[in-house]
């Protein structure tokens, strides 16, 4: 994808998209929620704490919380120690909150969850939209996640987006041209770095 001659990442197309919805639902009886999967963090990103996640914001934009929610947190915290939802209890609130009115769920980057916590994810997405039709789900990732994807969520649409040679070498120019302290590194450093970032991204 191409905008004003620099290259959009997987992160940046997430950004305009949530950006816009949180734009649109404004007024709207109609919620947004958005998670952003990290490969740094991917052993701590579990099916439980993203979709926990996804839950407290879509909670959060609701004018009172539902009695449904409010009734599994007063059981959990009345076991033995107390303890935390499970993802089926999670699923059952985001059914809940999500069957109520218009709701956005992105997922940035969804190929840099942990390949065993992607089924249980994109299962559990899947038992939301059963229960609520008026839910729309936005995933980014890499190509080699799209079977995966539509095993669990059929009857979306793919949409392949990559940048030219020619809009990275532009967004790197554009990027050096902002660095506070252009005499931190010479003219064949400079050629270096836009002789190899493009040609490494163009290989991924």
Request: proline share 4%; hydrophobic share 35%; with cysteine.
């Amino acid at each position: 994808m191409e905008g004003q001659g620099q290259a959009l990442t997987s992160y940046d197309v997430s950004s305009l998209v949530i950006d816009r919805l949180c734009d649109w639902v404004r007024g709207q009886n109609a919620t947004v929620g958005c998670f952003y999967f990290d490969f740094a963090a991917r052993g701590e990103q579990s099916p439980t704490s993203m979709l926990g996640a996804l839950l407290k914001q879509l909670v959060g934009g609701l004018g009172e919380t539902p009695e449904e929610i409010s009734r599994v947190y007063r059981r959990q915290r009345s076991a033995i120690g107390g303890r935390g939802p499970q993802l089926a209890d999670i699923v059952r609130m985001l059914q809940a909150t999500t069957s109520n009115k218009p709701t956005f769920i992105c997922i940035d980057a969804l190929d840099e969850c942990a390949a065993r916590y992607r089924f249980e994810i994109l299962d559990s997405l899947h038992r939301i939209l059963q229960k609520s039709p008026g839910t729309r789900i936005f995933i980014t990732g890499r190509p080699h996640i799209r079977a995966e994807v539509g095993r669990c969520l059929s009857g979306g649409v793919a949409i392949h987006v990559t940048s030219r040679r020619a809009d990275i070498i532009s967004y790197l120019h554009s990027r050096l041209n902002e660095d506070t302290r252009p005499d931190a590194m010479d003219s064949s450093l400079q050629a270096e770095i836009l002789k190899k970032i493009p040609q490494d991204i163009s290989e991924m």
